[in-house]
Nanobody
Framework: VQLVESGGGLVQPGDSLRLSCAASGFTFGTYDMRWFRQAPGKERELVAVITGGATTTYADSVKGRFSISRDNGKNTVYLQMNSLKPEDTAVYYC?????????????WGQGTQVTVSS
């Protein structure tokens, strides 16, 4: 199983970024895909979820600014981040979790750094 994030970087406040997470080694379309983030000195925070049926949920802090989507043909999940703020600065992690066997089938990527600074 592999989850490989990409698309992070240094941007200014108000800019946009799109993160990608390419998955392999499991039946992508059946898994819930989630983006988490962790800022220095803070706990890991759930940012967005998209289920196998494409239902989405978001943390209050990113509602209206971030959008999660998935392409099951490409085994990839995306996080479109608009109107970025300095408080969005964090390492962003991709997570794949089976909706039923979530204790046994729960995978993480290595993370990608997003820095929002002027």
């Amino acid at each position: 199983v592999q989850l490989v994030e990409s698309g992070g970087g240094l941007v200014q406040p108000g800019d946009s970024l799109r993160l990608s997470c390419a998955a392999s080694g499991f039946t992508f379309g059946t898994y819930d895909m989630r983006w988490f983030r962790q800022a220095p000195g803070k706990e890991r925070e759930l940012v967005a979820v998209i289920t196998g049926g494409a239902t989405t949920t978001y943390a209050d802090s990113v509602k209206g600014r971030f959008s999660i989507s998935r392409d099951n043909g490409k085994n990839t999940v995306y996080l479109q981040m608009n109107s970025l703020k300095p408080e969005d600065t964090a390492v962003y992690y991709c997570n794949a979790r089976h909706p039923l066997l979530w204790r046994q089938l729960n995978y993480w990527g290595q993370g990608t750094q997003v820095t929002v600074s002027s």
